[in-house]
């Protein structure tokens, strides 16, 4: 148990609609990341936000927003989908900036299913 | 652009046996250098990572790796294989030129150890 928590663990929904996922990173972390996963792409790394603020943006469609709170859990808003967007969607949190020296810990992610 | 290419999306061995699973990477400038593993219906952990410094570098549950800048490569080896290393194994890199924050993912290697 990495101590970062997900929510839901299974979504389906329908082309064109709305959904939201939900990240609480381990206590005393900082650091959101959120990454998408699919056969075909692969792991992509999405967006980062720390305390608060967005720090860098990967390859994160338009359709797709994320914010983080101030308690620091952070969800992912992912609007107009369509069939693509069917991905297991990761969370992870560290406790600083670096991606070189700060370890990211992954939840167990959110299997989303675009029908 | 960096990139990191995994050359085997499957690797079946036996148990007891020796593994190395390889992954290439693409970057024009120093990058540090990352392997994560995926167990099933879990999120990624940290196995290991080249910052700087000797270029052999020891993980966790006996993994190791080995930076040669020359061939631009970072194999995972592991001298002697358990059934519990059946896995998911990505090789992931980020660069130092102001993109601190992203880390760029392979497409992963299934290590799967057979009886």
């Known amino acids: 148990d990495s101590g970062v928590t997900q929510t839901p663990k299974h979504l389906i929904t329908a082309t064109g609609q709305r959904v939201t996922l939900r990240c609480s990173p381990r206590?005393?972390?900082?650091?959101v990341y959120w990454y998408q996963q699919s056969l075909d792409q692969g792991l992509q790394f999405l967006i980062h936000?720390?305390?608060?603020?967005?720090?860098a943006k990967g390859n994160i469609l338009e359709r797709f927003s994320a914010q983080q709170f101030p308690d620091l859990h952070s969800e992912l808003n992912l609007s107009s989908l369509e069939l693509g967007d069917s991905a297991l969607y990761f969370c992870?949190?560290?406790?600083?900036?670096?991606?070189?020296?700060?370890?990211?810990?992954f939840g167990p992610g959110t299997r989303l299913t675009v029908l | 652009a960096q990139s990191v290419t995994q050359l085997d999306s499957q690797v079946p061995v036996f148990e007891e046996a020796p593994v190395e699973l390889r992954c290439n990477y693409s970057s024009s400038v120093s990058v540090y250098l990352f392997w994560y593993v995926q167990y099933p219906n879990q999120g990624l952990q940290l196995l290991l990572k080249y910052l700087s410094g000797s270029t052999l570098v020891k993980g966790i549950n006996g993994f190791e790796a080995e930076f040669n800048k020359s061939q631009t490569s970072f194999h995972l080896r592991k001298p002697s294989v358990h059934i519990s290393d059946t896995a998911e194994y990505f090789c992931a890199v980020s660069d130092r030129r102001g993109s601190n924050y992203k880390l760029t993912f392979g497409k992963g290697t299934l290590l799967t150890v057979n009886p």
């Open positions: 936000y720390y305390n608060g603020e967005e720090r």
């Open positions: 992870a949190s560290s406790v600083g900036v670096a991606v070189i020296t700060d370890t990211q810990y």
């Open positions: 206590s005393g972390d900082l650091s």
